[in-house]
Structures are given as C-alpha cells and as structure tokens.
C-alpha cells in the first residue's frame, strides 16, 4: 500500500478536529515546501523520531547503456539519501 499527500492531509484532518480540511491541506503543503526548499538549498532534513534526509553530490562516471552495451559519461549530480532513525528502524523491524 503507497501512502499518498492525500491519505496525509485525511489524517492531519481526522486527528485535529479543530482544523478544517483547507486547512489541514494548507499544513501539509507548507511542511513539503519548507522540507523541500531546505534540500533544494543543500541543507540536510532531520525529523527526530522519523530519520534524517541527506543531500550529497556525486561525481560524474563511467556508464553504459544496458540496451546497447555503449559507454556512456553520467553526469554529475546531487541526490537525496535518507537514513531511517533507530526508534523507526526498530519499530519497522518489531512489526513483522
């Protein structure tokens, strides 16, 4: 099962019963644009709890296309890591 934006704003809303579902809406937006303005900016994302996102650059390399077997140069670029926190790492691990 994929949890979606939309399964997250229905539960902000069903657990703040204060919150109408605009607002709820408005909450979850501005938490995704503050985190993603933060890794877009090379800063990393910790959330106690819940596990930190990285920002790390990577070099450009040597490829291949699989299709082709063609060598190919990958370009350099940033990606995104995440590291789950041990409090989640350890309840991901009891839940089976």
């Not at 809303?13 to 900016?41: C, M, P, R, W």
């Not at 106690?48 to 920002?55: A, P």
């Not at 940033?78 to 839940?95: E, M, Y």
């Amino acid at each position: 099962m994929t949890l979606t934006k939309a399964d997250i704003v229905q539960q902000v809303y069903k657990n703040h019963e204060s919150l109408t579902k605009a607002q709820a809406t408005d909450s979850v937006e501005a938490f995704l644009k503050i985190s993603k303005d933060a890794l877009i900016g090379g800063s990393d994302l910790l959330l106690s709890g819940f596990g930190k996102f990285n920002v790390k650059d990577k070099n450009s390399r040597r490829g291949r296309n699989p299709q082709t077997g063609d060598e190919l140069t990958l370009d350099a670029r940033r990606v995104v890591t995440f590291k789950p926190s041990g409090i989640l790492r350890d309840k991901i691990n009891s839940a089976n």
